[in-house]
T-cell receptor, first 113, second 109 residues
Framework: DAGVTQSPTHLIKTRGQQVTLRCSPK?????VSWYQQALGQGPQFIFQ???????QRGNFPDRFSGHQFPNYSSELNVNALLLGDSALYLC????????????FGSGTQLSVL | RKEVEQDPGPFNVPEGATVAFNCTYS??????FFWYRQDCRKEPKLLMS???SGNEDGRFTAQLNRASQYISLLIRDSKLSDSATYLC??????????FGQGTELSVKP
């Protein structure tokens, strides 16, 4: 039973660049949520995708966008990177647009220089 | 004020000690409550849900006080393997999970 997989595991970018992070949900799950976790902080909700649509969004600027594909996998895109975007980006999957029993991937560590 | 606030930590305790973590939440309409565990920069994993009546899972006991908007986690007879960051999580009215900043626990031999 494949768990939540994220790629890449680590990424280094410079200010102003754009980045795309990828996530495949746990087998049987159809909902993907993205979280940003800065060092020493808890995960902060970015947005949730269900049925290929953004369903809910946290307090993040429009530079953060996403997509969900028919196979339920998802991408997180961040444009015009800032130093403050350096964080661990976590993807979590669940069922039917809900947030119960979230399964997290091991994350993508993004460093912006 | 943050929606979910936890003891800042870190907590450094010897093996066998009992340790308690506290958490407060600001939204009285919050629906569900959880404790997650996160090992060093790995993914958070659900430790246990928290119910109004209090619940226990082995050495772990969780309590919820809705009137005070307060959640606790008690770990008895702590083990080296309990060393991790413990995240208090609240499900808000919209269904989103709101995470606290986490409390780091280090259990020493």
């Amino acid at each position: 039973d494949a768990g939540v997989t994220q790629s890449p595991t680590h990424l280094i970018k410079t200010r102003g660049q754009q980045v795309t992070l990828r996530c495949s949900p746990k087998s049987g799950h159809d909902t993907v949520s993205w979280y940003q976790q800065a060092l020493g902080q808890g995960p902060q909700f970015i947005f949730q995708y269900y049925e290929e649509e953004e369903r809910q969004r946290g307090n993040f600027p429009d530079r953060f966008s996403g997509h969900q594909f028919p196979n339920y996998s998802s991408e997180l895109n961040v444009n015009a990177l800032l130093l403050g975007d350096s964080a661990l980006y976590l993807c979590a999957s669940s069922l039917a647009g809900g947030y119960e029993k979230l399964f997290f991937g091991s994350g993508t560590q993004l460093s912006v220089l | 004020r943050k929606e979910v606030e936890q003891d800042p930590g870190p907590f450094n305790v010897p093996e066998g000690a009992t340790v308690a973590f506290n958490c407060t939440y600001s939204n009285s309409a919050s629906q569900s409550f959880f404790w997650y565990r996160q090992d060093c920069r790995k993914e958070p994993k659900l430790l246990m849900s928290v119910y109004s009546s209090g619940n226990e899972d082995g050495r772990f006991t969780a309590q919820l006080n809705r009137a005070s908007q307060y959640i606790s986690l008690l770990i008895r007879d702590s083990k080296l393997s309990d060393s991790a960051t413990y995240l208090c999580v609240v499900k808000n009215q919209g269904g989103k999970l709101i995470f606290g900043q986490g409390t780091e626990l280090s259990v020493k031999p």
